[in-house]
């Protein structure tokens, strides 16, 4: 059975930093590239960090240089390390992982809230 669970979220102060991770199960998941998602209440999801089976890393432009995406095959598990968080990070947090091959296989987790508040 496949699974995705997210943990680490909660309530912080802006200028606070969280740690996410996402454990893995039922897959291969170093064959998988993995992604983590946002969505704020009353905006689409959108993509806020990638890391491919390689690990190789990309970013949205409004956390370059404060998120910090990796991977642990041998824990099959992916992070997020949140530094200088601000009110427009609050949001539901969602771990994705996606493999080309012969058409997409694609898994997601439940997600996590991440809440910023002074």
């Known amino acids: 059975q496949v699974q995705l669970v997210e943990s680490g979220g909660g309530l912080v102060q802006p200028g606070e930093s969280l740690r996410l991770s996402c454990a893995a199960s039922?897959?291969?998941?170093?064959?998988?590239?993995l992604r983590w998602y946002r969505q704020a209440p009353g905006k689409e999801r959108e993509l806020v960090a990638s890391i491919s089976s390689s690990s190789g890393t990309n970013y949205a432009d409004s956390v370059k240089g404060r998120f910090t995406i990796s991977r642990d095959n041998a824990k099959n598990t992916v992070y997020l390390q949140m530094n200088s968080l601000n009110l427009e990070d609050t949001a539901v947090y969602y771990c994705?992982?996606?493999?080309?091959?012969?058409?997409?296989?694609?898994?997601w987790g439940q997600g996590t809230q991440v809440i910023v508040s002074s």
């Open positions: 039922g897959f291969t998941f170093s064959y998988y590239d």
């Open positions: 994705n992982a996606r493999w080309w091959n012969w058409g997409l296989t694609e898994y």
